[in-house]
Structure formats: structure tokens, C-alpha cells
């Protein structure tokens, strides 16, 4: 394991996700103190996540073409120059004008998050013995949830004690440091491929990174569903949340998530495996961890419309954190198991472009249901996006060479 390079990568993701945790709370609870509806605040989000669909395809591919490090400094000074020019968004400005410009800059800071994430991951395989991978990726995904978690409080709590404007300058300083870092310390080589990669390569010909990308897309929109608008809209207007509290609560949520991602291969036994072996034992457990979260997430929406109670909700949702971080501490190792190790950017660069895409779904739904039917519908919708992922899941297959099996491509 080549543990430099493996701490400059972490600590540029970790300056990144402290930052992009920071400014989602700050721009969600900064426009909803302004007045805006549900729905004009998911569409803030919205080119965030429709971003993501296309960068992480072709990011994938830039990747395996000019190597790693240049898509990660590319994503840390996009972060840096998106929130330089947020801090410019005054609260006089119409309405109309506000969203279009504050939507353009969320565009910006999804190609650059997805760019940092896409680099990230995928320098996980080129940096780290085989034999440790589950590890190592359950360790880099926990700890960058629970910072994003941080963030989350972050933005918060910086949003009441210092304003809008100055929260941003200070979030620029920390990816800004971050950003100094990868371009002093990292390899410029990191991560490409040996032979010119086809445009044509970021779909993915394996059967098995398809279904698993499907599942991943129908998971994380069945987090967001719930997750963006409409629970902490909900926190505000119903149980009468301070912008403070509902920071911290889903800051909690988020650092809890990452925990239990980070300690998944103990629980569940662990697995030395390499990379290019067999899948074997991850397989039926993303099978029973999917059931297992569509059976919460049921009980969850049964529940919060029997007993109109803040506490229930709370445990309910920590429930589905501790499951929910458990199928995707999965997905993020078995995306890794099957993609080709000659060029690991393109495989994770479709399967995330399949996550930002059940983002950009989950958030606008969240708004619509929550206008329409409040949390309780978002919860329902949720459970109907779990139960589809679980189905996928019953379709993952191990292989033996990702990218190089016959039996495992849809190309003949």
C-alpha cells in the first residue's frame, strides 16, 4: 500500500467534503429562512445532482486517459471558485434571479464534487493492496460521511454566528488548503491507463457493474427522497427546529452513517479478497441488507403516520442510517471488486453517474412530495425506490475477472 499517496488523496477529499457538507446545509437553511417553497429550494439542488450524471462519466474517462490527479485538482479549484462566487449572492436580489444564479453555481460545485469523489475512490484501487480493499474503501467512505456530517453541523452553526458571506470565505480556506496540498504532493501519473481509453468506454459492458449502478441509483434516490427538503422542512415548520438543531440533527444522521460505513467489513466478518477474485460472501449480504432496509423503511412510514411524534421519527430515521450505511458500504466495495483494474476510473465513473442520478430523482421528489403530501409521502416514495434496489441486488452475480470474463459482458 503506497500510504502517501494514500493520505494526500484522503486529506484533499476530506478539505472537499467538509465544504460540500457546509454548503448544502447552509444554502437549504439560508433560503428557506428567506421564504422559499419546497420546491423552488430542491431546484437549487437540482443541477447539482444532474451534474453529476454526466461528470462522472466523463471524468471516468479523463481519468484513465491523463490520470487521477488532474481531475482531482480540477474538482478542488472548481469547489474553491464556486464558493468564492456564492458569497456574492445578496438577499435583495429577485427572487427569480436568485435561483438561476444560485442553481449555476450548485451546477458548478456538483461537477466539482463529483470529480473529487470519482478521483478519490478510484485512486483507492490504484494505491492499496488487494487483500485490504474492502477496508480501505469502508474506511475512506465512513470518514468522508462523518465529515460531511461535520459539515452539515458546520454550515449550520457558522450560518447563525457569522451570516451567509463570511461562512463561505472560511469554507474557501479549507479546500483551498486542501487544493495546495494534492498539487504539491501527488503523483501526476496516478491512476491512468496504459492504453489510449475509447470516448466510447464509459459505458460499462459488464452485466454485473449495470445492475449494481441500477441499485445504487434506486438507493441513494430512496435517501433523498426523504433526506433533502422534505425532512428538514418538516423539523422546521411542524416540530419548530431551529436552523442550529436541524443542523446538528442531520449532521448526527450523516456522522452516524459514516461510522457504521467505517466498520462494515467487521461486521460483516470481513473479507480479504482480492479485488479480482471472486465476489462471494458480499453478494448474499447486499442481498439481506437491501431486504432488510426495505422492511425498516415500511415500518418507518406505517409508523410516523400512526404517532405524529418527533422521537419516533428520530429513531426511525437512526434505524435506517445504520442499515442504509451498511448496503452502501457494500455497493462501494463490490463497485471496485468488479471494474477492470487497467482502468478502474471508467467502471466508478458510470456507477456514479447512476448514484447522481438517483440523487438528482431523490431530490426532486423530495420537494414535490413534501408540497404534496409532506414527510409522510416522501417516506412512502422511499420505500417503493428501497424495494426496487432490493430487487436489483437479487440479480448481482460474482465474477471472476471483472472486464475480462465473457460470461460477465452483454458484448459478444
Given at each position: 500500500m503506497?500510504?502517501r499517496?494514500?493520505?494526500?488523496v484522503?486529506g484533499g477529499?476530506?478539505?472537499f467534503?467538509?465544504?460540500?457538507?457546509?454548503?448544502?446545509?447552509?444554502?437549504?437553511l439560508?433560503f428557506?429562512r428567506?421564504?422559499?417553497?419546497?420546491?423552488?429550494?430542491?431546484?437549487?439542488f437540482l443541477l447539482?445532482?444532474?451534474?453529476?450524471?454526466?461528470?462522472?462519466?466523463v471524468?471516468?474517462?479523463?481519468?484513465?486517459?491523463?490520470?487521477?490527479?488532474?481531475?482531482?485538482?480540477?474538482?478542488?479549484?472548481?469547489?474553491?471558485l464556486?464558493?468564492?462566487?456564492?458569497?456574492?449572492?445578496?438577499?435583495?436580489?429577485?427572487?427569480?434571479?436568485?435561483?438561476?444564479?444560485?442553481?449555476?453555481?450548485?451546477?458548478?460545485?456538483?461537477?466539482?464534487k463529483?470529480?473529487?469523489?470519482?478521483?478519490?475512490?478510484?485512486?483507492?484501487?490504484v494505491?492499496?493492496?488487494?487483500?485490504?480493499?474492502f477496508?480501505?474503501?469502508?474506511?475512506?467512505t465512513?470518514?468522508k460521511?462523518?465529515?460531511?456530517?461535520?459539515?452539515?453541523?458546520?454550515?449550520?452553526a457558522?450560518l447563525?454566528?457569522?451570516?451567509?458571506?463570511?461562512?463561505?470565505?472560511?469554507?474557501?480556506?479549507?479546500?483551498?488548503?486542501?487544493?495546495?496540498?494534492?498539487?504539491?504532493?501527488?503523483?501526476?501519473?496516478?491512476?491512468?491507463?496504459?492504453?489510449?481509453?475509447?470516448?466510447?468506454?464509459?459505458l460499462?459492458?459488464?452485466?454485473?457493474?449495470?445492475?449494481?449502478?441500477?441499485a445504487?441509483?434506486?438507493?441513494?434516490?430512496?435517501?433523498?427522497?426523504?433526506f433533502v427538503?422534505?425532512?428538514?422542512?418538516?423539523?422546521?415548520?411542524?416540530?419548530g427546529?431551529?436552523?442550529?438543531a436541524?443542523?446538528a440533527?442531520l449532521?448526527?444522521w450523516?456522522?452516524g452513517?459514516?461510522?457504521?460505513?467505517?466498520?462494515?467489513p467487521?461486521?460483516?466478518?470481513?473479507s480479504?479478497?482480492?479485488?479480482?477474485?471472486?465476489?462471494?460472501?458480499e453478494?448474499?449480504a447486499?442481498?439481506?441488507?437491501?431486504?432488510?432496509?426495505?422492511?425498516?423503511?415500511?415500518v418507518?412510514?406505517v409508523?410516523t403516520?400512526l404517532?405524529?411524534?418527533v422521537?419516533?421519527?428520530?429513531?426511525?430515521?437512526?434505524?435506517?442510517?445504520v442499515?442504509?450505511?451498511l448496503?452502501?458500504?457494500?455497493?462501494?466495495?463490490?463497485?471496485?471488486?468488479?471494474?477492470?483494474?487497467?482502468a478502474?476510473?471508467?467502471d466508478?465513473?458510470?456507477?456514479?453517474?447512476?448514484?447522481?442520478?438517483?440523487r438528482?430523482?431523490?431530490t426532486?421528489?423530495?420537494?414535490?412530495l413534501?408540497?404534496w403530501?409532506?414527510?409522510?409521502?416522501?417516506?412512502?416514495?422511499?420505500?417503493?425506490?428501497?424495494?426496487a434496489?432490493?430487487l436489483?441486488a437479487l440479480?448481482?452475480?460474482?465474477?471472476e475477472?471483472?472486464?475480462a470474463?465473457?460470461?460477465d459482458?452483454?458484448?459478444?
Open positions: 503506497n500510504v499517496t494514500y493520505a494526500v484522503t477529499y476530506w478539505a467534503t467538509l465544504t460540500d457538507g457546509a454548503l448544502r446545509t447552509l444554502v437549504l439560508h428557506h428567506l421564504g422559499y417553497s419546497p420546491v423552488a429550494i430542491a431546484f437549487l447539482y445532482e444532474a451534474m453529476g450524471v454526466v461528470t462522472n462519466l471524468g471516468g474517462w479523463i481519468g484513465a486517459r491523463w490520470g487521477l490527479n488532474r481531475i482531482l485538482v480540477a474538482g478542488l479549484t472548481l469547489q474553491v464556486t464558493l468564492g462566487a456564492m458569497s456574492l449572492a445578496a438577499d435583495g436580489w429577485p427572487r427569480w434571479w436568485s435561483v438561476l444564479y444560485v442553481m449555476g453555481l450548485q451546477a458548478l460545485s456538483g461537477v466539482a463529483d470529480l473529487t469523489k470519482l478521483s478519490s475512490k478510484s485512486a483507492v484501487k494505491v492499496v493492496a488487494e487483500g485490504a480493499l477496508r480501505a474503501v469502508a474506511v475512506l465512513g470518514s460521511n462523518a465529515l460531511k456530517g461535520a459539515g452539515f453541523f458546520a454550515g449550520a457558522l447563525g454566528a457569522v451570516g451567509f458571506a463570511p461562512t463561505l470565505w472560511i469554507l474557501m480556506a479549507v479546500v483551498g488548503a486542501g487544493l495546495v496540498t494534492v498539487v504539491v504532493l501527488l503523483d501526476a501519473d496516478l491512476g491512468r491507463a496504459p492504453e489510449p481509453t475509447r470516448l466510447g468506454a464509459i460499462s459492458p459488464s452485466q454485473s457493474v449495470n445492475r449494481l449502478s441500477v445504487r441509483l434506486l438507493l441513494f434516490g430512496s435517501r433523498d427522497i426523504w427538503v422534505a425532512l428538514p422542512v418538516a423539523l422546521a415548520d411542524r416540530a427546529w431551529s436552523v442550529e436541524i443542523g440533527f449532521a448526527a450523516v456522522v452513517y459514516g461510522g457504521v460505513q467505517a466498520i462494515t467487521r461486521i460483516m466478518g470481513g480479504e479478497r482480492s479485488a479480482g477474485a471472486s465476489v462471494g460472501r453478494i448474499p447486499a442481498r439481506r441488507w437491501a431486504l432488510a432496509l426495505t422492511v425498516v423503511t415500511v418507518l412510514a409508523t403516520s404517532w405524529d411524534s422521537w419516533v421519527l428520530v429513531g426511525g430515521l437512526a434505524v435506517f442510517g442499515v442504509f450505511a448496503n452502501s458500504s457494500l455497493h462501494s466495495y463490490l463497485i471496485l471488486a468488479y471494474s477492470n483494474s487497467a478502474t476510473s471508467l466508478v465513473g458510470f456507477y456514479y453517474s447512476a448514484n447522481a442520478a438517483g438528482l430523482i431523490g426532486l421528489l423530495s420537494g414535490l413534501a408540497l403530501g409532506g414527510l409522510g409521502a416522501a417516506l412512502w416514495g422511499s420505500a417503493l425506490f428501497v424495494g434496489s432490493w436489483c440479480g448481482l452475480r460474482p465474477v475477472s471483472p472486464g470474463d465473457p460470461s459482458t452483454l458484448a459478444s
